[in-house]
Each structure stands twice: as structure tokens, then as C-alpha cells.
């Protein structure tokens, strides 16, 4: 009988480590936006988060939980939460920013969590998974987005969907935010 050790692969943008060995995987896949609607999925969700998001799930009032997913497999990609605004934070981008002075609160969605699912972080999914949210959202009357990078983050993400790096806040999250009118 052949005895067959058990290996714990981890990952790291696309490289693969399997206990003394290191792969590298490329993989095709054909993104889609998806609504994420039943329990099963949403649990699914709330696990990735838990484990490879620094903020977690989230508590409190959801607009929607998004995925961006393999249309072939229905592998998540990269998973997005959309909660509604907070008053104050709006308030103080109308005060700093000329362009906000327009946007009424009902028209400003905040992208509360937003990650790329390992071992796609490579891919820039959450980057494509922002866009297709800014244009589903423009189409349904929304002119805002608003979200945190958390302190020592680079906010890739962001930069390569076009938004707007504001101000810190007193804890090192950045405000990023893109209008889309």
C-alpha cells in the first residue's frame, strides 16, 4: 500500500505552496455580476469574508450583497456588500469637495466590504466587480460611491477602478469615493 502524505496548500496571488512544492496555476474564467439572494450563498459569503477579510461581516442594514462569479463553475470571484450611506460622512464630502455638492443622500451607496476571493487576487476582480456596480447602480439613478481603504492598505483596488483617494481619518482609513453621474 502506498502511503501518501497529507498536504496543506496555501496560496499567494496565483503561486500555490503543497508543503515542499510551489505550482503556478493559471486559470480562465468568464466573470459575471450576480445578486447574491439565497441562505446558502450568503453563508458562503459571510464565511469568505470572515476568513480573509480584516473587517469581517458586516452587522447592521445591507442594501445588497453582490458577487462577481465564474459563469461556468459559479465560483465566487470577488464578493462586495453595498449598505446605505452614513449621513455624516456625506455631509463632510459635500464640505470638501466641490463635486459632492450636487448629490443628495438618497443617490450615494457605501461599498462597505469588497474582496478579492483567493487564490484570484491577481485577477483584479474586485477592481471589474466596482465597475459593473458603478454601471448597474448609474442606470438605476445613483451619482455616488464611498468606501474606506483600512490603514496600511494601498487601495489597489480602487485605483485601478478610477476612484478618488480623500482625506484620513482619525484611525488611518481612507476615504476613496467616485462619482458616476
Known sequence: ML????VI???DNELWYCGDFVMKVEV????VLWLVRDKRDL????????????GGWVRGPLNAVWALC????????AVCIICPPMPAVVEKAKKM????????MMD???????MTVPPFSAGGFASMLLLQLEEQYKSAGFKAFYSYVYPGLPGHLYQRAKWKFGWTGARGHRFVYKIIK
Open 3 to 6: 502511503n501518501i502524505p497529507q
Open 9 to 11: 496548500i496555501t496560496f
Open 28 to 31: 480562465e474564467v468568464e466573470p
Open 43 to 54: 453563508d458562503v459569503v459571510k464565511a469568505l469574508l470572515k476568513r480573509f477579510h480584516p
Open 70 to 77: 465564474d459563469e461556468g463553475t459559479g465560483g465566487f470571484l
Open 97 to 104: 469637495y466641490s463635486e459632492w455638492e450636487d448629490i443628495e
Open 108 to 114: 450615494v451607496l457605501f461599498v462597505r466590504r469588497i
